[in-house]
């Protein structure tokens, strides 16, 4: 079974500076998904970030970026330039690729992150 | 596309009641899955569809729970009898394909059962 662990439940950061939130996950799959989603406080689930775990170049998305560890199993999040609209609620999560049309995506705990003007 | 649309937006209902709620997927998309928040136990996968077909409900919690998804364009989590415990943020979502899909999620339902 699939896990994922975020080991930060809060972080804080002053505007426009740089913080990396943190994600390790346990899979018997070669190959998955990795996701970062932000749950600002309207609610709404939102995708920041997708990584294939068969491509080594790591994810971008404009000052969002991945630091991809396979063999650590590590998959952290690098806000840059902080805003404070990046306040809100990260999410990791992990999916297996398609198998039978069975797939889950398993979701980490959150980190809470809070941006000081 | 107006997106993955839930109602009601806030459910308040007493122990012992039936609580429905409601999804309509994107349309074109052919998954769709049910997923519980809670402080406590995160984001839980409660069940999903492929096909207005379920998949898989090893998440749904007890036989209080159950899903429907009788067309593409509409889908309904009912609780019946209703147990303060399951108060909790419930999210539809909905995606094009599987695997690294990007999942679409709705606003939620916030369900208190008082």
């Known amino acids: 079974a699939q896990t994922v662990t975020q080991s930060q439940p809060e972080m804080s950061v002053q505007e426009a500076e740089t913080v990396t939130l943190s994600c390790t996950y346990d899979?018997?799959?070669?190959?998955?998904?990795l996701f970062w989603y932000k749950q600002p406080p309207s609610r709404q689930m939102i995708l920041v970030i997708r990584?294939?775990?068969?491509?080594?170049q790591n994810a971008t998305e404009n000052r969002f970026s991945v630091n991809f560890q396979k063999a650590a199993k590590s998959f952290s999040l690098k806000i840059s330039d902080s805003q404070l609209g990046d306040a809100a609620m990260y999410f990791c999560?992990?999916?297996?690729?398609?198998?039978?049309?069975?797939?889950?995506?398993?979701f980490g705990k959150g980190t809470k992150l809070t941006v000081n003007p | 596309d107006a997106g993955v649309i839930q109602s009601p937006r806030h459910e308040v209902t007493e122990m012992g009641q039936e609580v429905t709620l409601r999804c309509k997927p994107i349309?074109?998309?052919?998954?769709l899955f049910w997923y519980r928040q809670t402080m406590m136990r995160g984001l839980e996968l409660l069940i999903y569809f492929n096909n207005n077909v379920p998949i898989d409900d090893s998440g749904m919690p007890e036989d209080r729970f159950s899903a429907k998804m009788p067309n593409a364009s509409f889908s309904t989590l009912k609780i019946q009898p209703s147990e303060p415990r399951d108060s909790a943020v419930y999210f539809c979502a909905s995606s094009l394909g599987q695997g690294g899909e990007k999942l679409f999620f709705g606003s939620g339902t916030q369900l208190s059962v008082l």
């Open positions: 999560a992990s999916s297996p690729p398609a198998q039978g049309g069975s797939e889950k995506l398993v």
């Open positions: 990584q294939e775990a068969y491509k080594q």
């Open positions: 349309s074109g998309h052919d998954y």
């Open positions: 899979t018997s799959e070669s190959d998955y998904y």
